[in-house]
């Protein structure tokens, strides 16, 4: 036992104190992106696992037996290109295991992400680093454009990010206007700062927020669709060709239970592990 816990204690250490080269375009931040691009050439894997403890009913064909807490996970594997030194394209897969009354849950294929990013000018030649981000989403129930202007701004260690996000998705954009064809309006703002431990460790905080400034829909959906905020800790480690980067985030709307339907538990917890191809 206790030659476990030195070589587990040795290992923490390493990770954290050893310098690490960089990797292509790891991000200190799970939500936020920084205003950095891939190189020209350079090929990049980045998966995301999102989590969120939701409720659901103990017995499918009896609610009154009580809930349970179960998970909600949304899974993304994106694939990062650098076209130039400015202009990185990026594709996305996406998949959603929502819970189910009973405690199993049902994974779905969500859709398609298409995207580009860009910098405007090189590091440091403005007042804050600035980066543009258009992407689009082709879901199974909607259709989504989606931008960001993204800002930086680096004071040594210490590195100050923001990504201006807003999204226009249409439901069911290829049913009759009866039964889809109705479009929102989604801000999703982020804000985080960073500091450089050692070269292969970060340790920051991040804000992010989502919903639509005109609520929208009847019930759990209308209250789902309001702007919801949450902010946590993130930890970023480095090991060169590998990175990750994980937060945890208290939901600043309600650490209440949950209603049955809801998309937003009390906490959200988000994982991106990049990988240099």
């Not at 899974?75 to 189910?100: C, H, K, M, S, W």
């Not at 210490?158 to 009759?176: F, H, K």
């Not at 889809?180 to 703002?189: C, D, L, T």
């Not at 930890?235 to 049955?260: D, E, M, Q």
């Amino acid at each position: 036992m206790k030659s476990t816990f030195k070589f587990t204690l040795a290992l923490g250490l390493a990770v954290v104190l050893c310098p690490r080269p960089a990797a292509a375009n790891p991000r200190p931040l799970p939500f936020t992106y920084p205003y950095a691009t891939l190189p020209k050439g350079e090929l990049e894997l980045e998966l995301y696992s999102d989590v969120t403890p939701l409720r659901v009913h103990v017995d499918p064909a009896d609610p009154s037996k009580g809930r349970l807490w179960a998970p909600m996970y949304q899974l993304q594997n994106e694939f990062e290109y650098g076209i130039t030194d400015r202009l990185e394209v990026g594709f996305y897969q996406v998949f959603e295991a929502n819970p189910v009354d009973g405690g199993d849950n049902s994974l779905l294929f969500d859709g398609l992400k298409f995207r580009l990013r860009t910098r405007l000018a090189n590091a440091g030649e403005w007042p804050v680093d600035v980066g543009l981000y258009f992407e689009l989403e082709t879901m199974h129930d909607e259709l989504s454009f989606e931008g960001k202007v993204n800002l930086e701004r680096d004071f040594g260690k210490l590195r100050v990010m923001t990504n201006l996000w807003a999204e226009e998705s249409i439901e069911r954009p290829l049913d009759s206007q009866a039964h889809g064809q109705a479009a929102v309006f989604i801000i999703n703002p982020t804000l985080g700062a960073t500091y450089e431990l050692t070269p292969g460790a970060n340790l920051g905080a991040e804000y992010w927020a989502r919903g639509e400034l005109a609520p929208s829909g009847e019930g759990v959906e209308r209250a789902d669709s309001r702007v919801h905020h949450f902010v946590g800790p993130a930890l970023h480690l480095n090991f060169g060709k590998l990175w990750w980067s994980l937060g945890v985030y208290v939901n600043a709307n309600s650490t209440k239970n949950p209603p049955i339907g809801s998309v937003y538990g009390p906490v959200w917890a988000r994982s991106v592990i990049g990988l240099e191809l």
